[in-house]
């Protein structure tokens, strides 16, 4: 039982570079996040999905989309990375609105 | 106000002492609250949640005020292994789908 997946766990970007961070889940949750955490800013969150086929916004969304097409996975972009992005990433599941979260083990990315 | 604040720490401890975290948040209709706690570098995990009449879990115990709308965690005879930052954690019911919002975090330092 692997829980949330991440990968990858590292990246370094070149400013105007595109990615997709991939996060999965195997435990038939039906909520996922993905959220950015800095020094000093704590967790913020970014996009998050309450079920397969739906996403919304969190409170910092600008230059990140998402996508949730299956259940499992819940895939992060940025579509022309930008030196501000440099943060690390964690994806977080969880059954039903009242419940903890789990984590994944987070994605460390640069931009230069 | 901001929607969780925590005790700014670090908190350096002898081993075998007892140390307090306080947290407030602001939204009179949470509902859920949680305690993580996250390692340097690693994801945050979940410590315990926070119930109205108060919980245990063996050194652990959280305690919940909704009059003052504060959260305590009380941990007795630290460990080393204690040493980590310990989050707060409240879910937001109005916005966001109920997501949560984090505490910056207090760190914990317990010294040999």
């Known amino acids: 039982n692997a829980g949330v997946t991440q990968t990858p766990k590292f990246r370094v970007l070149k400013t105007g570079q595109s990615m997709t961070l991939l996060c999965a889940q195997d435990?038939?949750?039906?909520?996922m996040y993905w959220y950015r955490q800095d020094p000093g800013m704590g967790l913020r969150l970014i996009h998050y999905?309450?079920?397969?086929?739906?996403?919304a916004k969190g409170e910092v969304p600008d230059g990140y989309n998402v996508s949730r097409l299956k259940k499992q996975n819940f895939l992060l972009g940025l579509e022309s990375a930008a030196p501000s992005q440099t943060s690390v990433y964690f994806c977080?599941?969880?059954?039903?609105?009242?419940?903890?979260?789990?984590f994944g083990s987070g994605t460390r990315l640069t931009v230069v | 106000r901001k929607e969780v604040e925590q005790d700014p720490g670090p908190f350096n401890v002898p081993e075998g002492a007892t140390v307090a975290f306080n947290c407030t948040y602001s939204?009179?209709?949470?509902?859920?609250f949680f305690w993580y706690r996250q390692d340097c570098r690693k994801e945050p995990k979940l410590l315990m949640s926070v119930y109205s009449s108060g919980n245990e879990d063996g050194r652990f115990t959280a305690q919940l005020n909704r009059a003052s709308q504060y959260i305590s965690l009380l941990i007795r005879d630290s460990k080393l292994s204690d040493s980590a930052t310990y989050l707060c954690v409240v879910n937001r019911p109005l916005n966001y789908g109920q997501n949560f919002v984090f505490g910056p975090g207090t760190r914990l330092s317990v010294l040999p």
């Open positions: 977080a599941s969880r059954p039903g609105h009242l419940y903890g979260y789990t």
């Open positions: 939204n009179s209709a949470s509902q859920s």
């Open positions: 999905s309450v079920g397969e086929g739906t996403t």
């Open positions: 435990m038939n949750h039906e909520y």
